[in-house]
């Protein structure tokens, strides 16, 4: 009988979250089809499936210091999974069906979009975590948590209100011109 030597959950979220890429790639890896699973038992497609992924693993990375039972990071991953796939669900059913025209051409080109968004959005998360710290606390507080007032954001991240606005600029520009070293933006774009 073999021992299983795998670090568990709990080590592996801790690893994670003290910036561990190994850790957060074996993550990854042994809990995506679980998360694959309860987006694709929405009926999603193939493209909202993987959005739906995406967005799950997102939203653990902002909220890794948020789970206090790691042994219990699979079921979190599965609700959060499925409450990614209700609101996408949810807003298609407000959207306004466009022709058959239309459709026909979007389905064709889903899966170059698909992949040219995969790879923007490796560019960025590459990009990303070459920012300081301070940086991406910034980032993920001020564009995730566009509901929070500006006196939130400044108790949350513990900077004063007035530097808020041009720490976001000097973070996005940063952030700009690291992925423009990787080809996808232009230097002189704004």
């Given amino acids: 009988m073999e021992v299983d030597t795998r670090p568990g959950a709990a ?19 042994r809990h995506t089809p679980t998360v694959w699973a309860v987006a694709r038992s929405h ?20 909220n890794m210091n948020r789970i206090h039972d790691p042994a219990a990071l699979a079921a979190w991953l599965a609700t959060t999974a499925r409450r990614h796939s209700l609101r996408l669900l949810a807003a298609r059913r407000r959207e306004t069906p466009a022709d058959e025209a239309r459709l026909d051409l979007a389905e064709a080109d889903a899966a170059d979009v698909a992949v040219l968004r995969d790879v923007r959005d490796g560019v960025l998360w590459r990009a990303f975590t070459q ?6 606390r910034v980032l993920r507080v001020v564009v995730h ?3 929070l007032s500006y006196q939130q954001v400044a108790t949350a991240l513990g900077i004063p209100i007035g530097s808020i606005g041009p720490t976001r600029g000097r973070c996005l520009a940063e952030l700009r011109r690291k992925a423009s070293l990787s080809g996808l933006f232009r230097e002189d774009a704004r």
């Avoid at 080590?11 to 890896?29: K, M, N, P, S, T």
């Avoid at 009926?43 to 902002?62: C, G, K």
């Fill in 43 to 62: 009926r999603l497609d193939r493209a909202d499936a993987a959005d739906v992924v995406q967005n799950t693993w997102l939203s653990l990375l902002e």
């Fill in 11 to 29: 080590e592996l979220l801790r690893a994670a979250e003290l910036g561990d890429r190994a850790a957060w790639r074996e993550l990854v890896a």
């Fill in 145 to 147: 948590s566009p509901e």
């Fill in 131 to 136: 920012l300081s710290e301070h940086c991406q």
